[in-house]
Every structure is written in structure tokens, then in C-alpha cells.
T-cell receptor, first 113, second 113 residues
Framework: GENVEQHPSTLSVQEGDSAVIKCTYS??????FPWYKQELGKGPQLIID?????GEKKDQRIAVTLNKTAKHFSLHITETQPEDSAVYFC????????????FGQGTILTVHP | DGGITQSPKYLFRKEGQNVTLSCEQNLNHDAMYWYRQDPGQGLRLIYYSQIVNDFQKGDIAEGYSVSREKKESFPLTVTSAQKNPTAFYLCASSWQVDSYEQYFGPGTRLTVT
């Protein structure tokens, strides 16, 4: 089944700096890679996703890059703001159940004002 | 106002009791999912349903049961057979199982003592 590894587990940055979170996956057939943001006590919110036919996708201050050869994808947040502080999860399809998403362990991002 | 609702937000039960968590969506999505989230871990799939009157086990289905009698509703029952039921439970939905874009509800925190 699919195995998703996410790094780092915690990330602390100063406001205005950039933040990068990286995930690796094991199933070369995976073709969809979402990123979720989860604030304390709330459900995860889909913030950006990418499909395997493109290498990069950008939406304002966030971007996702995909390297299918190396089987890794990354979330990039530029000009970070305190409200970006949250837990971020990556995911990839595959695994034993059709339509299943396998999630990374999460990254706690803290943006200091 | 479209979305996924879960109730209640907090739930307390005594050990040995069954408890049912509610999940309702008005997004007209075919597929629905239940995940469990424990501290420091990613989301783990309990059950999912592709269509009314059909559901499949996920990775950690033991001690749980579900039903899908209506498109809008996918309740989860945590039975007394679940050895470690205290967790944050998240419901999600997507247009179809193979569309992969999953949208989450706000979650229910279950505490069993």
C-alpha cells in the first residue's frame, strides 16, 4: 500500500519568511496530491492540490511542486503570516482501498509575529 | 450554506456503551468517509461509502459500524468492542470516490472513560 512520509514534524518561522514542507510517497501510480490545513479543534481544509500531469501549481502565497521521478511533493508558503500557523497534512491516493487517501503525519507550523 | 456538519462537537461516554456520531452533508456528494485522528498522527480511514446502501471497510474498521440509508447521511457507531475509542473523529465527502478531493466536517471529539 501507499506510504506517505512528511517532514519536518514542526516548523517555526518569523513572519514574512517562507516555509517549505516536503512529503514523499511510495506508490508510483499515485496521481493526485492534496495539502490540508487544520486549525486547532477544527476539521482539515483543502488548501491546494496538484495532479501528476503538472509540476507546479500556485495560488497566491501558496504553491505545490511535484517531482514524480523522485516521488516527492512540497508545499511552499511565502510571506508567512501569523494566521498561517496550523497543522498541515499532505496526502496521496493508493493503499488498499479504492479512492482512499493516505495522509502524512502532519507538520505543526508556527509563524512568530 | 453548503457543507458538512457533525454533531455533537464534544461527546462523553462511559466505557462499555455504544455511541453514534452524526455526519450530514448537503453538497450532493456521492462518497462519504470517516477518519480517526489521534494526537501526533495523521488521519486513518475507518469506513467509506461510494453510494447509498453501500460501504467498505478502511484500515481500522474493527470496533466500528456505519450505515448509509440516505445520500446526505453517514452515521458512525463506535461500539464497546473498540478498545481505544477516545479520539477526534472526522467525516468527509467527495463527489465520487475516484475524484479524491475530500472535504471535511468540523469533527467530533469523543472521550470514553
Amino acid at each position: 500500500g501507499e506510504n506517505v512520509e512528511q517532514h519536518p514534524s514542526t516548523l517555526s518561522v518569523q513572519e514574512g519568511d517562507s516555509a517549505v514542507i516536503k512529503c514523499t510517497y511510495s506508490d508510483s501510480a499515485s496521481n493526485y496530491f492534496p495539502w490540508y490545513k487544520q486549525e486547532l479543534g477544527k476539521g482539515p481544509q483543502l488548501i491546494i492540490d496538484i495532479r501528476s500531469n503538472v509540476g507546479e501549481k500556485k495560488d497566491q502565497r501558496i504553491a505545490v511542486t511535484l517531482n514524480k521521478t523522485a516521488k516527492h511533493f512540497s508545499l511552499h508558503i511565502t510571506e508567512t503570516q501569523p494566521e498561517d500557523s496550523a497543522v498541515y497534512f499532505c496526502a496521496a491516493p493508493g493503499g488498499t482501498s479504492y479512492g482512499k487517501l493516505t495522509f502524512g503525519q502532519g507538520t505543526i507550523l508556527t509563524v512568530h509575529p | 450554506d453548503g457543507g458538512i456538519t457533525q454533531s455533537p462537537k464534544y461527546l462523553f461516554r462511559k466505557e462499555g456503551q455504544n455511541v453514534t456520531l452524526s455526519c450530514e452533508q448537503n453538497l450532493n456528494h456521492d462518497a462519504m468517509y470517516w477518519y480517526r485522528q489521534d494526537p501526533g498522527q495523521g488521519l486513518r480511514l475507518i469506513y467509506y461509502s461510494q453510494i447509498v446502501n453501500d460501504f467498505q471497510k478502511g484500515d481500522i474498521a474493527e470496533g466500528y459500524s456505519v450505515s448509509r440509508e440516505k445520500k446526505e447521511s453517514f452515521p458512525l457507531t463506535v461500539t464497546s468492542a473498540q478498545k481505544n475509542p477516545t479520539a477526534f473523529y472526522l467525516c468527509a465527502s467527495s463527489w465520487q470516490v475516484d475524484s479524491y478531493e475530500q472535504y471535511f466536517g468540523p469533527g467530533t471529539r469523543l472521550t470514553v472513560t
